[in-house]
């Protein structure tokens, strides 16, 4: 077990914390899950705490970061922005990124934070088990108590239920659940004496072993074709309720007129009538459309868990006491395979497009 | 090959989830367990990597003696031997249960399982870290979220979706892998397999439980969620009241041939 964490010797208050926020990128620029989770730190670090934006060199990525995705990290009120890279450093390390992070707290960050992406709940994990230190996964909320204790609340089956937590440790590692936090309030980019805030960049080598390189990912650059489930605008959902593989000859049309894409519930992949990679739900993949408009779907909770970020749920279901009913907006009582086809007709009708 | 595969006993949960009087724990009184939805591929993986290269499967859980019937579950789909860690029943925290299962591996032959399977979280406390902190403690390497997995001699191809690119990692054996659903569809359970299952000895250790720096103080139901959905109509006598809502939500404007005099009032105004 190493000596992660400001050492209670030096009482670090709740008020002056340091903490360390993991970011990541995603295209061009800083992700906006983590640009959340940053200020999600922000709140943890308190008002005279010292807050680190970490970001990891990748190939490919230069410059590492750009002025822009600078403004943004310092918009959400970061003291300074670390780049890391290192020999060998080339891809998505686990274990290298949990070493320096790890080397990065050590003896003085009060809590390090990531966004509860498949990256950074794994980078935490790896950085829990080389502290021996526990890591809370999920966290919408958390503030300190005294040092080296903290309250959280945490969510569970993928947001269905919340945990309020109480969790002890050197230093809080915790992964936010990023979806569920609101977006960070930007802070003025200006000093005490009114002069604008220089950002500070700064570069850190880790001291890595081949042993934190075992595990490095290789990317390829092939893209899914289409809209993809997870940021679509509009989701047609299907379940049990298609009745098979041949109902969703209307649902895609739909979601064609619409400029979507289908997504089903899990009964639909167990029974083989679509691809999991369509499934939403906790244990496919998490929607946030504008409009998700579920038909013949139940709405079992693991399944509302992934479209917890839906704007507007519409629901089509035979059953008017099915559970998607008390989750949905609006509501159409009838059969999917009536409704669908004759609410395509009217789009067409309405468009001049009906041949 | 001798696989090692790694579940979890959850509440069955369907479209409503009750926290029990004290706050403690998810009613099961109206539900039944089951194992977490990762974790069951996880199983059906191991199961067809062994019926290619032989080997066996060794299914473990941690929890109370009624986990036993999860282990029988996974026997019924070609898991060879179970191993239960029971415990009194409490809620092991993540850091306890991978120190459980390391100590567990090292008791039923350190050298055993070149391979380890877990899920990647499980559906109840979603702790995302059980396998990768086993690795460590065993000195393993250690892939999570897997959806494709590929044994070629002594290493290991593994892959995954992130950010709408292919990751593919390789690692040496002995490794440990935490999959996601999808990477295979887990068959039905045989009824030679169930009575098989049915009379399969249970090999059951006690691990020594220890306390862990995060403790649930109690659970609760988001207030939000329930609602009243207004309901449009019946049938398709519903439809103009549908496309209504849809034009007001603002999605008819990105129908591909929407009119060309239609503009940003929607296309079925």
């Known amino acids: ?355 | 090959m001798d696989i090692l595969v790694c579940v979890k006993r959850v509440p069955m949960v369907g479209g409503k989830v009750v926290v029990t009087a004290d706050g403690q724990d998810v009613d099961t009184r109206m539900s039944g367990f089951t194992v977490s939805p990762h974790e069951e591929c996880a199983v059906e993986e191991g199961v067809r990597l062994t019926e290619r290269s032989g080997g066996s499967v060794t299914v473990l859980t941690l929890g109370p003696p009624e986990a036993a019937d999860q282990l029988r579950e996974m026997l019924a789909l070609g898991a060879h031997r179970g191993v239960l860690l029971e415990t009194d029943g409490r809620e092991w925290g993540p850091v306890a249960t991978s120190a459980a299962i390391a100590w567990a591996v090292g008791e039923l032959g350190p050298a055993s399982f070149p391979l380890m399977l877990f899920g990647n979280e499980s559906a109840d406390t979603g702790g995302y870290q059980v396998g990768v902190r086993v690795a460590h403690e065993l000195g393993r390497p250690c892939v999570t979220g897997i959806k494709r997995l590929e044994l070629a001699g002594e290493v290991l191809r593994a892959g995954r979706e992130y950010r709408g690119a292919q990751e593919e990692f390789e690692v040496a054996l002995p490794a440990v892998v935490s999959v996601k659903e999808g990477i295979n569809l887990p068959r039905y359970p045989s009824l030679p397999g169930r009575l098989r299952a049915k009379r399969a000895e249970i090999t059951v250790l006690r691990p020594q439980w220890q306390a862990d720096g995060l403790r649930k103080v109690g659970l609760r139901v988001p207030v939000s969620s329930a609602q009243r959905a207004q309901v449009l109509g019946q049938g398709t006598d519903a439809v103009p009241e549908l496309v209504r809502v849809l034009g007001e939500i603002g999605v008819l404007q990105s129908a591909p041939r929407a009119n060309a005099g239609a503009d940003g009032d929607g296309a079925a105004a």
């Not at chain 1, 020999?87 to 966004?115: I, M, T």
């Not at chain 1, 704007?311 to 008390?326: G, L, Y």
Request: glycine share 14%; aromatic share 4%; charged share 15%.
């Open chain 1, 1 to 355: 077990m190493s000596d992660l964490g400001a050492s209670a010797d030096h009482g670090v208050s709740a008020g002056e914390s340091a903490v360390l926020c993991l970011l990541e990128h995603d295209g061009d620029g800083i992700a906006a899950g983590s640009l959340r989770a940053l200020g999600f730190a922000r709140t943890l670090a308190g008002s005279g705490g010292r807050l680190t934006a970490v970001l990891f060199g990748l190939p490919g990525a230069e410059p590492v970061v750009g002025d822009a995705a600078l403004a943004e990290v310092m918009a959400v009120g970061a003291s300074e922005l670390c780049v890391v890279s290192a020999e060998g450093l080339a891809g998505y390390a686990p274990v290298a990124w949990a070493q320096a992070l790890e080397q990065l707290a050590a003896g003085q960050a009060s809590a390090v934070v990531a966004a509860a992406t498949d990256h950074g709940s794994e980078v935490m994990a790896h950085l829990g088990a080389l502290t021996g230190l526990p890591v809370a996964a999920n966290c919408i909320a958390a503030s300190a108590v005294g040092p080296g204790s903290w309250q959280l609340v945490r969510q569970r089956w993928a947001g269905s239920v919340l945990e309020d937590a109480a969790l002890e440790a050197s230093c809080a590692l915790l992964t936010v659940a990023a979806d569920s936090v609101p977006v960070a309030d930007t802070v003025p980019a200006a000093g005490s004496d009114g002069a604008a805030v220089q950002p500070a960049v700064r570069t850190f080598v880790p001291a890595l072993t081949g042993d934190d390189l075992r595990v490095v990912a290789t990317e390829s650059a092939e893209q899914s074709a289409g809209v993809s489930l997870a940021t679509a605008r509009v989701v047609v959902g299907g379940g049990r309720g298609v009745g098979g593989p041949e109902g969703f000859a209307a649902l895609e049309e739909l979601a064609g007129l619409l400029g979507g894409v289908v997504g089903v519930s899990r009964v639909v992949t167990s029974q083989g009538w679509r691809p999991h990679r369509q499934q939403v739900g906790q244990t496919g993949t998490k929607i946030s459309p504008e409009l998700y408009l579920a038909c013949g779907i139940s709405g079992a909770i693991q399944h509302m868990a992934g479209c917890l970020s839906a704007k507007h749920i519409v629901a089509v279901n035979t059953d008017p006491e099915a559970p998607i009913i008390s989750r949905a907006e609006y509501a159409v009582i009838g059969d999917l395979n009536e409704v669908i086809p004759a609410l395509v007709k009217a789009i067409r009708a309405a468009d001049g497009t009906d041949g």
